[in-house]
């Protein structure tokens, strides 16, 4: 079947130039949102210098962001469980670009980490220093590294980072 | 099991060519391939029943309710018409609301739109991602998408004992395969050596183990039996549908194994009475953003075995001249991924394989029964659609 394809491609030069013409707008929306009964606790927790999670009472499971309903029962008999400010890494990565695609000096450090405590399995997002990337493993035991308590904002990065130990 | 097989054919099929960047507005997208979807069916406008429309983020666009702004361009013009939308999945869940728009009994004929302009967001597409990340709990941490993938891949190829050398065949296969497609935004001649000594980006995601940000179009025409024998000695059938959502706690989710995905494999297979999708399935377009997403869906398909998926392309079997072709167009790998357009594109390609109409493309072997999957919101669910003809 002979395929007579649309669609034209265009080159930077065809832009700069104004051979083909581009218009522009830039959005300026600003947002505040409500932490909600869970993740305010969670917050209020993390400038207290501890990380809490909930604990369904019907699954059994103790999860990390806490919420306030089991979304696999879709019950609230949930109870709050302070977790260690421990945990193991669950995967990570080793990240040399931005956003916008721009790169970095030095490599970003992400990594899914199973706070102890929790259910095996149930981690956060968070990001890894003070470790030489090419030691990085799964499996590895890290702790939290917290800003100092004043410098502390109810906020996820409270937490600066989190190093093996 | 209510059925539902092979009640709705897929009767045309169109598309844009996938480029970085597109001299053509959204609109002017899908008209394009819409216009080549009717011509392929020999329809017109007052052919079409109801129009659905597939496109991801209004943040790409910058354009509020992009559905209603796409419309005129789909072919929606004072019709029944609807936007559906769950991601990166949305390519391949668009025609399965085509198919229940006339499974129900309510249509005879839809048409399927999905469209997709990412160039827009200044200054690269990636910046429209940012806002998936949890607002409260994630985003202070100021993540970028790679990061995701980069970790489930990490976690894939850690539980099952993978290397990056393992995964990397399956760029060389798409790329390769994307040279044989007119509309391909990235084929081309690479090795496995290039595939490997290309840029880190977020290890163990290396340059040319990821699809490119694109702009396209494609277009799928469906409609019943009655009207799907009278349009087209050719029909293609949809013999199953299935859709699954995980949790958006991805951090709580095994990221070595993609479970949503077997729930949607297994709810298509169940309605197209598959009982052994790897002796059935003869070709294959799973989703593949990156080299390691298109293994994980395999597997999750129940096409391989856990940790086993890789084995496939380095063994030739998921080749175009293999047993299970898989992304023989060369998949967002190598024709690009206009994230909407990306997984259409794949049931178009399912729709010119099993018609021997693939041209250079076709596989050998008269395939019987295709699979087209798609995956996306937060990695967190899976479309599936079973053809045969």
């Known amino acids: 079947m002979r395929m007579n394809l649309e669609g034209t491609s265009l080159k930077r030069e065809d832009i700069d130039s104004k051979r083909v013409l581009t218009t522009r707008f830039r959005s300026n929306a600003f947002y505040a949102w409500d932490t909600g009964r869970g993740i305010g606790r969670y917050l209020q927790g993390l400038k207290a210098g501890e990380i809490w999670g909930t604990h369904c009472d019907t699954c059994n499971r ?83 590294v917290w800003k100092r308590p004043e410098e502390r904002n109810a906020d996820i990065t409270d937490i600066l980072y989190w190093k093996p130990y | 099991m209510s059925g539902g097989k092979n009640e709705v054919a897929i009767v045309g099929a169109g598309m844009t060519k996938f480029v970085r960047r ?5 609109k002017e997208l ?117 990061w995701i993938f980069a970790l489930e891949m990490n976690r894939y190829m850690s539980t099952y004992g993978l290397q990056i050398k393992d995964i990397a065949p399956v760029s060389v296969k798409n790329k390769n395969n994307a040279l044989k497609h007119p509309a391909a935004q990235l084929g081309k001649e690479i090795t496995l050596e290039q595939v490997l000594n290309s840029e880190v980006l977020a290890w163990p995601v290396l340059r040319e183990m990821v699809s490119p940000t694109s702009d396209g179009a494609c277009a799928v025409i469906l409609a019943n039996k009655k009207r799907a024998k009278k349009i087209t000695q050719k029909p293609v059938w949809i013999s199953g549908v299935g859709w699954n959502l995980d949790t958006a706690y991805w951090t709580n989710r095994d990221l070595a194994y993609p479970q949503y995905v077997e729930n949607a494999a297994r709810m298509a297979y169940k309605m197209a009475d598959i009982r052994e999708p790897k002796k059935e399935i003869n070709i294959v377009e799973p989703y593949d953003p990156f080299a390691y997403k298109e293994c994980h869906h395999l597997e999750g398909l129940q096409l391989a075995d856990r940790g086993k998926a890789p084995q496939l392309a380095i063994d030739g079997v998921t080749l175009r001249t293999g047993n299970m072709p898989s992304c023989p167009s060369g998949g967002l790998l190598g024709v690009g991924n206009p994230i909407a357009a990306a997984g259409l594109m794949k049931v178009c390609e399912l729709f010119w394989q099993l018609r021997g109409e693939a041209g250079e493309r076709q596989v050998p072997g008269k395939p019987k029964y295709g699979l087209a999957q798609a995956w996306g919101d937060l990695m967190q669910v899976g479309t599936v659609l079973v053809v045969s003809n």
């Not at chain 2, 229940?100 to 827009?120: D, N, P, Q, R, W």
């Open chain 2, 30 to 146: 899908a008209f394009e391939a819409v216009r080549m979807a009717l011509d392929s069916a020999e329809m017109t406008l007052d052919d079409i029943d109801c129009v659905i429309q597939g496109t991801a983020p209004d943040a790409f666009d910058g354009i509020h309710m992009k559905g209603e702004y796409l419309c005129d361009g789909s072919g929606g013009w004072q019709k029944p018409y609807s936007r559906g939308y769950v991601g990166g999945g949305t390519g391949v869940f668009a025609p399965i609301q085509g198919w229940y728009h006339i499974a129900s009994g309510m249509f005879e004929t839809a048409l399927v739109v999905c469209e997709e302009k990412m160039s827009t967001f200044q200054p690269h597409p990636q910046g429209a991602f940012l806002t998936i990340f949890d607002n409260m709990t994630e985003r202070p941490l100021k993540p970028n998408l790679l």
């Open chain 1, 62 to 144: 103790t999860v990390v962001p806490p919420r306030i309903f089991c979304e696999r029962c879709m019950k609230n008999q949930v109870s709050w469980v302070k977790l260690q400010d421990t945990g193991i890494i669950n995967t990570f990565s080793i990240c040399y670009v931005n956003w916008d695609a721009s790169r970095v000096e030095e490599p970003h450090l992400p990594a899914v980490i199973e706070i102890d405590g929790a259910s095996q399995g149930h981690g956060i997002l968070h990001v890894l220093d003070e470790v030489n990337p090419k030691d990085l493993k799964i499996g590895m035991k890290v702790k939290a």
């Open chain 2, 22 to 26: 597109a001299q053509e507005t959204p």
